[in-house]
Each structure stands twice: as C-alpha cells, then as structure tokens.
C-alpha cells in the first residue's frame, strides 16, 4: 500500500509540473504574439519608418521585453518581408521604393486577381454578409485623426475589408500570399504622402464598386475594378515620390 501511495503521489506530482510547464509555456507564448503584433502594427503604421534600425536595447527597453522575446518576434517579421537582417548589423525595417512599389502592385494584382475570381465562384451567403459587414465598418470610419496622421481603427477595417474579400477563396496558400502582399503595401500607404487630395478620386467609392460587382457575381467587373483600385493608387504613390513621409488617406 505504502507503494502504491508513493506511486500515486509521484505521479499527482508529476502532474502538476507538467500542467504547471504547460501554464507557463502558453503564457510565455500569449506574450510572444502580444508584442509581435504590438511591433507589426508599429511597423505598418509607420511608427518604425522604413529602412530604420531596430536596436536591440531600444526595443527591449520600449516594449518591456527580453532579448529572449525579441529573438522569437524579429524573424517572424523577417519571414513577412517587413523587416531584414543584415550580417552584424542586426535587424531593420524593409525599405521602399517606387520600383518596388511597382513590382508589389503587378505581385498583388495578378495573385488577388485569382484569389478573387475562385471567392466569387465559392463564397456563399455567410460570407456575403461577412463582407458587407467589413464594408460597413471600413466606411463608417474616419481615415485620418485633426493631426493628418492614419487612424489605427481604419487600418485595420481597410485590410480587414480586403482580406474579407478574398476569404472564400480555398486556396489557402494563395491567401497567405495576398495578406503578405497587402501587409508590404500598408508601409507604402502610410508614408506615401497624402492621397486623398485627389480632386478626382472617390476612395469609398471605389471600395463600394468593388463591394457592389463581387457582392453580385460579376467576376470580371471585381477584378478590373480591384486593379484599377491599386494601380490608381501607384501611379500616386509613384508622382509623389512614394517616400514623403507623411500618412496618407487612401489606397
């Protein structure tokens, strides 16, 4: 009996430590994902600006995190494309460019292309009322704060508007290439400099066309209305340098 007791208690015992590691572990992760997004939002927000150095210490130290953390949370980003390692330099923030804008825009326009045509052949009415619930939030919010910069609330209705559209596409991969492509473009809208002062540009509206045709299965009008969405938004990002430094209002 005695035995089986201390068997027993062994393994009551052990058992508390694995669930204990366990407990542990999920909040250290818990914790890894909180700052990982708290610095991806940072960096699409442009509050890191592009081609920055992302020191070590100074991270550490603003974040309230350890070296640990950060060395779990900076080659995430390096896998997104928006931040790059350099041999004894340490990290940075990926740099932009109007060729690279360029190169970006064709990348995203032929995979979401794609990706839209085969949600509009399979969506179904779930996702319908999905999407039109994404819209309504993204045009119910106000793009810049009275001190011109972007508002977090509508970057995150904007991308969550764009990534809802494509959502019922089944290609999995091909979604995760469209969330990357449109990640790399919220660094370009954030420091292209004003958009919205175009006379002849209806931002919402243009969003609402493209609501409008892939709502109503019309396949072929989405597409051409999502690339002239972008491509209206290079050839200003292009104009005015792509690096001005200043938050914009559309894209």
Request: proline letters at 3%.
């Amino acid at each position: 009996m005695r035995l089986s007791q201390s068997q027993e208690i062994l393994e009551n015992l052990s058992f508390a430590l694995q669930m204990c590691f366990t407990a542990n572990m999920a909040q250290a992760t818990t914790r890894v994902d909180e700052i990982y997004r708290r610095l991806r939002t940072d960096i699409l927000s442009g509050r890191h600006q592009p081609g920055a150095r992302l020191l070590s210490a100074t991270l550490c130290q603003d974040y309230g995190i350890s070296s640990g953390v950060l060395r779990e949370i900076l080659p995430r980003l390096a896998g997104e494309g928006l931040v790059v390692s350099e041999p004894q330099r340490g990290f940075r923030v990926a740099r932009i460019s109007v060729e690279d804008l360029q190169h970006l825009t064709e990348a995203r326009v032929l995979v979401e292309s794609t990706a839209l045509r085969a949600a509009i052949e399979h969506g179904d009415l779930q996702w319908e009322s999905t999407l039109v619930a994404a819209h309504h939030t993204l045009a119910g919010s106000r793009s810049m704060d009275d001190d011109g910069a972007i508002q977090d609330d509508w970057m995150r209705a904007h991308w969550n508007f764009h990534h809802c559209l494509l959502s019922a596409c089944p290609n999995r991969r091909l979604l995760q290439i469209a969330d990357q492509f449109r990640d790399a473009t919220e660094m370009y809208r954030c420091w292209s400099g004003p958009l919205g002062d175009e006379p002849d540009r209806d931002v919402a509206g243009e969003h609402r066309g493209i609501l409008e045709a892939t709502v109503g299965r019309d396949a072929e009008l989405a597409v051409r209305l999502l690339t002239e969405h972008y491509e209206h938004t290079l050839r200003i990002m292009s104009r005015v340098g792509a690096l001005s430094g200043a938050p914009s209002r559309a894209g």
